[in-house]
T-cell receptor, first 112, second 112 residues
Framework: DAGITQSPRHKVTETGTPVTLRCHQT?????MYWYRQDPGHGLRLIHY???????DKGEVSDGYSVSRSKTEDFLLTLESATSSQTSVYFC???????????FGSGTQLSVL | DAKTTQPTSMDCAEGRAANLPCNHS???????VYWYRQIHSQGPQYIIH???NNETNEMASLIITEDRKSSTLILPHATLRDTAVYYC?????????????FGKGTRLSVIA
């Protein structure tokens, strides 16, 4: 999918543990995004990045942090996972932010 | 908040044209209409976008009314693989750091 790799694809963890999801791209796109998708809520933006070390919050950023130390990697961290963060997480990339987004295959995270 | 209104669900017979409507009565002059779709368990996929002229590509056609308050996505010969949730999104061209906001979309079921 347009040179985007999300890892891991599936993860089960316990409440209170830290979790990091990785999005890796080979397209050299400037913009990267993290969305979560839950039944009844659709896709909701968590955080996004418009360049190396440039990030901003989305509509559901509480409990999440991100880092982008190089163009190809965008990390999403749950400092202390909660059951409400059980979800499917999608990474997306875009060359300029004004054009179409390309999405990864998603990460299914279960917090028990 | 999503600035579009779409029907929750629609059915279409295989081989027939699928016409998916979208209302965006508050659209601004500099906002484009984007369509994405999401097949079950996959990341969303870009389909098409337009400003005011009708657009066509290998996947679909986009018809935008003259007043730009509504649009229709047309899949000319729907197949079972077109069964998905279709999202209509409005967004400024030069939106810079303003990410896409997804609504609930229309669940299209293509029936054999």
């Amino acid at each position: 999918d347009a040179g985007i790799t999300q890892s891991p694809r599936h993860k089960v963890t316990e409440t209170g543990t830290p979790v990091t999801l990785r999005c890796h791209q080979t397209e050299n796109h400037r913009y990267m995004y993290w969305y979560r998708q839950d039944p009844g809520h659709g896709l909701r933006l968590i955080h996004y990045s418009y360049g190396v070390k440039d990030t901003d919050k989305g509509e559901v950023s509480d409990g999440y942090s991100v880092s982008r130390s190089k163009t190809e990697d965008f990390l999403l961290t749950l400092e202390s996972a909660t059951s409400s963060q059980t979800s499917v997480y999608f990474c997306a990339i875009s060359p300029t932010g004004n054009e179409k987004l390309f999405f990864g295959s998603g990460t299914q995270l279960s917090v028990l | 908040d999503a600035k579009t209104t779409q029907p929750t669900s629609m059915d279409c017979a295989e081989g027939r044209a699928a016409n998916l409507p979208c209302n965006h009565s508050t659209i601004s002059g500099n906002e484009y209409v984007y369509w994405y779709r999401q097949i079950h368990s996959q990341g969303p996929q870009y389909i098409i976008h337009g400003l005011k002229n009708n657009e066509t590509n290998e996947m679909a056609s986009l018809i935008i009314t003259e007043d730009r308050k509504s649009s229709t996505l047309i899949l000319p010969h729907a197949t079972l693989r077109d069964t998905a949730v279709y999202y209509c999104i409005v967004r400024p061209l030069n939106s810079g750091n303003t990410p896409l906001v997804f609504g609930k979309g229309t669940r299209l079921s293509v029936i054999a």
